[in-house]
């Protein structure tokens, strides 16, 4: 297969007339088409492999607000996910889950299934649920009522599972509903046992690639309806697709250039955008680093646990607003001054604040700009009681330009820095002496001439001039690029290549569900060559990859199970 | 950082306790918080000023108060098989609280004396009845350390009330005293600086350790109920040490047991507080009306509580009727009582409300200088 990006891709990279696809406009979206005449991304890729992934947590509990309403209590029953290739996501296709953990989605389950079905209380406060979240009465509550199970299972399975349930599989859940409400006596208890049963069904837990052929390449598989639908929501909304998608996906409508963009165009337009957002860039900056992140109370006493919540919290708050509210370009991330501030980060960052979040614009002489500046970052990466350049050099590295920085070797003596010197009053005189071992030095001169320019914030992420009495030195360089400052870091790392690229690897996995190969350097090449043309608008980017043929597009792979008949779904293992 | 006014101290010296933690740490990060030439502390822990020792014997010669309301009681109504009713017993104490005779009160009640107190001297005379401060300033006015000095209730660091008087500073909002120093060009040394208390309407924020509050807040002014106590003075810094010029009357929040709202209201009031970027603490002295300040004292404890200290409410009222040292009425007795009131305070960044809401609040700062009253 030799098309590229889906139609609307290819209009925005402007490929339009060497594929001869003449009306490219973008009405749609109501945005203009982005000028992309220069670009000449020309590659042959086909997609990338179906993958069974485990839900994650964030998916898990964004689908049942969806389903069942936001104010369920469900826990958090879901082990961490093994990062892979810089993302939680794409180890979700290589993650098992141990009996104790099934253990916990079945105490999550029980716990939602009775709130489902809660007949409410006054004085607990809790609302009757089963009066909305059950579209019938049954005609005694005390009895089975096969139509109104069925009616709710019809409904509700067809969210949970992601498709329309099939008849066989309604009869069976509405004959078990049946039994629990004979046994128990109890209608709402009978649907109870059904929606736990459900909820723990690999068809709910699991999110499966299901492939079919592709009618318009010969001997190609996609992904069915549903499974794109699947895919296009996990990676926009960060949950289950809605009614008016399913309902996309079931009409055929998905898989026309025309009604693909316009599914794609109404998720980016939703205000559920924003949890999609929020997953994607919590996991690409390994936020999820911040549940074993502490800092001890005696050196920095102003970091509580609630602060370093806020800290995730604003930035993530400042990359919504600037890129999807603001839709600014995605490099200026790390250039801005606008944020949010919240009560226990104000006294952190030396600033008012009032009740609640609250927008803030640091002055220009704060030395406050863009991301790196932000306690999030500052605090995440530095020990508990001190900063570390090397850290913060490696996090911007591996996080933000894709790059894989060695682990240190296994006899590496690390007292130069643990125990230093006390003469060593700063951390450029303490690293300067560690990087005389050329065991170090390999490692270090590529993590610390960047990390020590954001000397000038101790490990809470406050603001000094000197350490110890002594002046800092924030110079340093970037991969040739030299500067001053924790600013001159930011500009370095706005004007560094690799920036952009390296979102856009990580958007692309985030949302085909895997780590990259070599076989997707052609897609990525060409969606960052069309990111840039549109100005580094991570709207744009999303659009891109959810509208790409490779997005629906499945490769084989050696570990892909190929039916015999055709005509079939394949599932991946 | 709480100011020396705790047993268990060999010394209590207003240097100590005008001493204030906040040096800066290993990594010299911390904030110059005095922006546009502006600071402001809100108040985060107090303590009257009472002069302790470690075994109480240089200030309560005569021991410790060990009568209150139950000693009281049981001397007065013995277990002896007289029949009693309700009235002529417990609601007679408890009137005898509300309602006390100065004269009626023959249980004994020991006053603090020695050398030795803490406060500011307030009329400018080293008079026979005044304190020398542990640095050696003469003259101190603190006729209500004598009063209460000698209480259990109110000696650090276990005292009830003691106990209780930070955790009431910090947890009731209503006591968040506000204190804004403006036109500052230096918190070392600057003879002119304008000083303005106000009311704040927000909580503290407790830093890592639990134990401190932390610094940088912010406070939204009250110019609504809090009018009372918006308070302009004139003070200069010396070292470090803010010192105001009296003022006729200040309103001070003061809410004590159960967070009732209230107020010192202190007459001749200045203040003396150490000063740094990120804390300050001293004494806000004056002289207090003995009967306003005995129904705070009624109002703000209940019988229960005055008990787990040995505290004779009607022996207070009788002591500083005693003492009262100043505001003599028309038949020469003194009406009100020379106190210190020790404040801890912690650095805030003050949110006011725009210029033309606070403009229209109805006026009520107090910029009158004190006049010779005494």
Redesign the interface.
Known sequence: MKVLLSRSVVCAVGLAAGFGLAGCSDASSGRAAVKTSSVTAVAQYAGTPARVRRMTQSQYTNTIAYVFGSDLSIGEPFAPLPRTDGLLASGASSAGMTAGEFQQLQRSASAIATQVVDKGNLGDRTSPRRDFLVPCKPAAIDAPDDACAAKFIRQTGRLLFRHTLPDALVTELTGNAHKGAAELKDFYAGLATVIEGMLLDPGVLLITDSTEPDPAHAGKRRLTANALASRLSFFLWDAAPDDELLKAAESGALYTKKGRAAAVDRMIASPRLEAGVRAFFDDMFGFEEFAVTAKDPKTYPMITGQTLLDSREQTLRTVVDHLITRKGDYRDLFLTRNTFISPTLAPVYGVPSSTGWSAYEFPQDAHRAGILSQISFLALHSHPARSSATKRGKALRETLLCQKVPPPPPNVDFSAVENPDPTLRTARERLTRHSVNPVCAGCHKITDPIGLALETFDGAGRYRDTEKGVKLDTSGSLDGKTFNSSEGLGSALHDHPQLASCLVKRMYSFGTGGPLSNADTPAVEALSAAFAQAGYRVPDLLRMIAVSDAFSEVVETPAAVKTADAGQQTVAK | MKHALTAGFSAFVLGAALSVAGAA???????N?VRDRSIAYAVSGGHWGLYQTADGKAECPDGINEVGPRETFKALFPDDGTKRSVVETQLAREAAIWSPEERAYNFPYHHAGGKVGLGLNLDGKVGPNDFTSPDGEKGIDNQLFRALGCLRWLRGPDGIGYHFSDIYMREFNYNRGLIELTNVDSLADDPDVDVTIYRGR?AL?????GA?I?????Q?IDTKFGQKFITHLKGKIVNGVLTTEPVKEMYWPFAWFGGNPGAQHILDMRMRLKLTQERANGFIAGYENIEEWYYGLARGRSTHHLAYGSVSAPGIYKAIHELADAYPDASGKNTAISMAWGTDLTQV???KPPKEVAEAAPAASKTERAGDRR
Do not use: E, Q, V
């Not at chain 2, 740490?25 to 904030?31: C, E, N, P, Q, V």
């Not at chain 2, 924020?205 to 350790?209: F, G, K, L, S």
């Not at chain 2, 932390?214 to 912010?218: A, E, F, K, L, V």
């Open positions: 740490s290993a990594d010299d990060a911390g904030a918080n927000d924020m407790a830093d890592a350790t401190k932390m610094p940088g807040g912010t939204r960044f003050l949110k």
